[in-house]
């Protein structure tokens, strides 16, 4: 935001040339502590938001979302109650956030390709799954 | 006869007065047909006394929608209650209203399009490397996830393998060819100019 405010005063070779100031100091970096251990699934509302930003519903019918009824991967209406996921998986909260994760890693023959989901996402998005039981 | 001027006066003029003056105009008919023909002539103005009165009410009504319809569409707009953030999905309606509007806009205009003979090896090599080149960064391909950067993308861009089973040739080459306004799907323009 703050480069495009000066937008208007860059001359062409201005930013053809602009060189990045030397760091200050190195002590803004901030150190990520070591994870503490965490449940396997995480926070379902966050997990609705990251099915949009991850785009699952572009291929997957999923209750509660909006993008109409794509056919491409399967309905997960029911997700929570099945036996397997992806179809080779066992279903235990475990391997749905490994699934997620990387799909392609666990079977290449899927169509589901690899997202980049980082962790926390999986996590959050196997909770919102694990909310779709069985409806009959 | 004056128009009605507001609305309350043209709620009383179509309930209360253009009744009444069709009462008068249907008894005069009947005194009418009693004594003979001669008098007739003085009950259509009656009637037609009546008719104006619900012609002017039926305009009045359409004017004050019309106004009404205008006044509430700029202060939408003006107070800005439409959210354009791309970070929100649409609800139900707004995205099955525009998703439908965008189908039926293809399908009007893709009559003309001439399909070709769709198989040959050469045609899907051809094919293929070219959807490398500019679709599957955002549509992604069968095990192959979109560019991260599309991800961020509203409405979403679609997973082709749909559109490739239902749609008919002529509407997806149509929507290669012209895009579709207000979505990333930008239309083709000729690779050497």
Not at chain 1, 91 to 119: H, I, K, Y
Not at chain 2, 84 to 95: P, R
Not at chain 2, 96 to 111: C, F, I, T
Not at chain 2, 115 to 130: F, K, M, N, Y
């Amino acid at each position: 935001m703050a480069f495009v405010k000066q937008l208007p005063m860059i001359s062409p070779q201005e930013y053809q040339n602009w060189k990045p100031a030397p760091p200050e100091s190195a002590e803004q970096q901030v150190v990520l502590a070591a994870s503490p251990a965490r449940s396997p699934i995480g926070n379902a509302d966050a997990g609705l938001r990251a099915i949009y930003q991850y785009m699952c519903v572009t291929c997957h019918t999923i209750p509660g979302t909006v993008n109409g009824t794509p056919n491409v991967g399967p309905s997960l209406d029911g997700i929570a109650s099945r036996r397997y996921i992806g179809g080779v998986l066992l279903n235990t909260p475990d391997n749905m956030v490994r699934w997620l994760s990387n799909p392609q890693a666990v079977d290449p023959m899927s169509g589901m390709p690899n997202l980049g989901l980082r962790e926390q996402d999986a996590r959050d998005i196997a909770a919102y799954l694990y909310t779709l039981k069985d409806s009959k | 006869m004056a128009v009605c001027q507001w609305y309350g006066s043209c709620t009383l003029e179509i309930f209360v007065i253009a009744p009444a003056i069709s009462m008068r105009a249907g008894a005069c008919a009947l005194d009418a047909r009693k004594r003979g023909l001669h008098r007739m002539a003085s009950c259509q103005v009656d009637v037609m006394k009546a008719v104006l009165i619900v012609l002017e009410t039926a305009f009045a009504t359409l004017a004050a929608l019309l106004l009404a319809g205008v006044i509430g569409v700029a202060g939408f707009v003006y107070a800005g209650v439409y959210d354009v953030a791309a970070t929100k999905h649409h609800n139900g309606l707004t995205h099955y209203l525009l998703h439908y509007a965008m189908q039926r806009s293809v399908k009007a205009r893709s009559d003309t399009v001439h399909v070709p003979t769709l198989d040959g090896r050469a045609r899907l090599d051809s094919g293929i490397a070219l959807y490398r080149q500019h679709c599957s960064q955002c549509h992604g391909a069968p095990g192959v996830a979109p560019e991260p950067f599309a991800l961020g993308l509203r409405p979403a861009p679609v997973n082709l393998l749909e559109p490739g089973r239902d749609w008919p040739a002529r509407d997806i080459y149509w929507v290669i060819r012209h895009g579709i306004k207000m979505t990333a799907m930008p239309g083709a323009i000729p690779a050497e100019r």
